[in-house]
């Protein structure tokens, strides 16, 4: 695709959604995962060593394939390799360790919520810290009504005031960590290859994570899938979980490099609330998910994306034909 096709709303749309569809379908794989590698929800150590095999596998995917289809070997020039070791610490590295850390001391209902901020943070990072465009009042409203589905789709009566540094603390670090690296992809894929900074960032990070995760005692043996009958079905959770991560990231950051962060960025509401629906396929939560509630939830998402962009896509077009 060429850049021009990349910008049209549509296109965008379904790249953005199919990258959410896929982040929403982690959760599921890789509370799978947890379960055939024996690895307990109080074990943050083994869970960011898994996290660590998962994104070093999927920065090779990226770096084979994108091999593959451009017929030259990717690797970042000489001078961005600090780029990389930057997008590596900030999207991959602090992302997940303080993710894993935080939800293990708060509530998944809080955690969701938190984490469906990244795309408010996102677009207030591009707007007010980079100034890379305007934070108008419109941006503004569809985040508030995108996380406004966001909340109700994980609220279920009251979710307390009381926060702990190394719980809901650590989330917000983590989607801070993960607004920031946002901001950096569109700052550097000018100038360098989204696919190339995508590959070697994950396997950086993944090197890293893996590091940590060992130094915290983690420990990941296929030999504890529960026998050689359960290895094929482990090794393939295992390889989806790299596949989701290695595409998503990939097109979410070309995405980025065509676009403004504000007009991508909004369609990541639509993640939690994908991952609620694909949690009743995958995890038989159905008579959690399909609720009046979550179809209303469903509903704001999709407000507050069609707010930022076919709004704001047709105040871009009347001004072209004004300056025609």
């Not at 000489?78 to 991959?92: D, E, H, I, M, S």
């Not at 901020?117 to 996102?122: E, G, K, V």
């Not at 809901?168 to 190339?196: C, H, N, R, W």
């Amino acid at each position: 695709m060429t850049g021009k096709t990349l910008q049209k709303p549509w296109v965008v749309c379904l790249l953005a959604v199919f990258c959410c569809a896929l982040w929403g379908s982690a959760f599921s794989f890789v509370k799978i995962g947890y379960s055939l590698y024996r690895i307990p929800e109080d074990a943050p150590g083994s869970q960011i060593l898994f996290a660590g095999m998962r994104f070093l596998l999927a920065g090779l995917l990226v770096v084979l394939f994108g091999s593959l289809l451009q017929k030259k070997w990717l690797r970042p020039r000489r001078q961005a390799w600090g780029r990389v070791f930057k997008l590596a610490l900030l999207q991959t590295v602090l992302q997940y360790f303080f993710f894993y850390i935080g939800l293990a001391h708060t509530s998944g209902v809080k955690g969701s919520i938190i984490v469906g901020t990244n795309s408010l943070l996102s677009i207030l990072a591009a707007t007010l810290l980079f100034r890379q465009e305007k934070l108008s009042g419109r941006k503004l409203l569809g985040c508030l009504v995108g996380l406004a589905g966001v909340t109700l789709a994980n609220v279920s009566g009251g979710i307390g005031l009381d926060m702990a540094w190394n719980g809901e603390g650590f989330v917000l670090l983590s989607v801070v960590s993960y607004a920031l690296s946002s901001v950096l992809i569109k700052i550097y894929s000018a100038t360098e290859d989204p696919v190339t900074l995508s590959g070697w960032q994950f396997m950086a990070g993944g090197l890293l994570l893996m590091a940590l995760g060992g130094l915290m005692g983690g420990r990941v043996s296929l030999a504890e899938t529960g026998g050689m009958g359960q290895l094929p079905e482990a090794v393939g959770v295992l390889l989806y979980l790299a596949f989701l991560s290695a595409a998503a990231y990939t097109l979410w950051g070309i995405l980025l490099k065509y676009n403004p962060v504000s007009r991508v960025a909004i369609y990541g509401f639509s993640n939690p609330v994908i991952g609620v629906f694909l949690s009743a396929l995958l995890l038989g939560e159905a008579g959690q998910a399909f609720t009046l509630k979550n179809l209303a939830a469903l509903g704001l998402v999709c407000a507050g994306i069609l707010i930022v962009n076919v709004t704001g896509h047709k105040r871009q077009t009347e001004q072209r034909r004004e300056t025609a």
